[in-house]
């Protein structure tokens, strides 16, 4: 057969995405994070219960065996990317817990580190930083956990605009992109030191920078949703999340995985809609990633879903998200009784996630802000409960 250079090069294409450095396609899975993740003190007593939820996994917060743990909930999640340095000592009673929590079913398992408060410039030290992530990787490593969520998400600082750094007026975004690249690198090398083949589920990625539009501002163009021009990383808030991922994937060893978790497929809904997140993580992000043959070869693709979504949605975000799929203009968020007045309907819930778990590489990760899953205050209807279960059959998931 005679092969055109285009034909070629689409071939070639195929095998990068298709043929793994890291091994042969793994069983597709199914996580969740929720407002109602336990302490992981609790587990070792209610993981009989964590068992019976439609979940291959749960994302865990950790809290330290601290002063500050004692006063704040889940800190080493939340504060671990500043100023303070968490020793391994009170976060071996972490450990400790994992260790004898006697999982079973939930086989995939990871710890949420989330880059917060972020009250470092990237040319200050981040010794601190790193430290905390080489813990993070022990904690994920030594705990059983299958790896980390990485959440990227500007809770706290403007980490990734480039405009808002203290040393933006006297830096160009090229030497700040640079510097952001080191220390994507530092940080993985710590979490693979402890853990050589670790997954690190992204909640997003580069899609994220291309999917979303951002207006004109710092004299350059707005720029319309689902376009890849470089210069979109200079304005964009999340600009250089861009060199920090380049930095990951450089410094990521063999048998590391990398999973960019598309947050915004939240509401999608169809697999056409999944389809198009595919080609933007596999081709239309490309000008943003310095090695696309790193890209390539390193990253694979999962998906989120919020299952509760828009509950909090009022007036002034009208037109701001997309209409629920059955058309409605008007909806009040989440009623766990009446659910003509949510977002998903059970049987599109049960349609997004199915979609999502044949188009996935692996990881499909349900998120909830209102709906509780497990302990007393489980309030997950039997319908949405049954659509996940059969979402799991029809994508040919183990029960």
């Known amino acids: ?39 992981i003190s609790d587990l070792p007593q209610i993981v009989p219960d964590l068992e019976q939820s439609p979940f291959d996994g749960w994302v865990f917060s950790v809290t330290s065996d601290s002063a500050r743990g004692r006063e704040r909930r889940f800190d080493f999640t939340w504060e671990n990317w500043g100023k303070r340095e968490f020793t391994q000592q009170e976060l071996q009673p972490t450990v400790d817990t994992l260790r004898k929590t006697p999982f079973k079913r939930l086989t995939d398992n990871f710890i949420r580190v989330i880059t917060s408060p972020g009250d470092v410039d990237w040319f200050d030290s981040h010794d601190t930083i790193v430290a905390n992530a080489r813990l993070a990787g022990w904690i994920a490593k030594q705990g059983g956990m299958k790896g980390i969520f990485f959440d990227p998400e500007e809770y706290v600082s403007p980490l990734w605009d480039y405009h808002k750094q203290r040393h933006a007026s006297e830096k160009s975004f090229q030497d700040y992109a640079a510097q952001v690249r080191l220390r994507g690198a530092d940080v993985m090398r710590a979490f693979q030191t402890e853990y050589p083949d670790i997954t690190i589920l992204l909640a997003f990625g580069c899609s994220y920078i291309y999917h979303k539009e951002w207006p004109a501002m710092h004299g350059a163009p707005a720029f319309a949703a689902d376009t890849n021009d470089p210069k979109k990383l200079e ?30 497929s939240y509401l999608t809904l169809r697999r056409k809609q999944f389809t198009q997140h595919r080609r933007a993580f596999e081709q239309h992000v490309l000008p943003f990633v310095a090695d696309d043959q790193a890209y390539k070869r390193k990253v694979r693709l999962g998906f989120g879903i919020w299952v509760d979504a828009l509950w909090h949605r009022d007036e002034d975000e ?7 799929p059955d058309g409605r203009t008007k909806f009040a968020g989440w009623d766990g009784v009446d659910f003509s007045k949510n977002y998903w309907q059970p049987e599109e819930l049960q349609m997004s996630l199915t979609n999502a778990l044949r188009e996935s590489d692996q990881y499909v990760w349900l998120y909830s802000e209102r709906v509780f899953f497990q302990g007393s205050d489980k309030n997950l209807p039997p319908a949405y409960e049954q659509a996940i279960r059969n979402a799991r059959k029809a994508a040919e998931l183990p029960e």
């Not at 294409?13 to 298709?18: E, G, N, R, T």
Request: glycine residues 10%.
């Open 318 to 324: 009208r037109g701001y998200f997309d209409a629920p």
């Open 235 to 264: 304005t964009f808030c999340y600009g250089l999340l861009a060199p920090f991922l380049d930095g990951m994937i450089e410094a990521a060893g063999p048998n590391v995985r990398l999973i960019d978790g598309t947050e915004h």
């Open 1 to 39: 057969m005679k092969w055109s250079a285009s034909a070629c090069a689409a071939a070639t294409l195929i095998c990068l995405w298709s043929c793994p450095s890291v091994g042969a396609q793994p069983s597709k899975r199914l996580i969740y994070l929720g407002i109602d993740t336990p302490q």
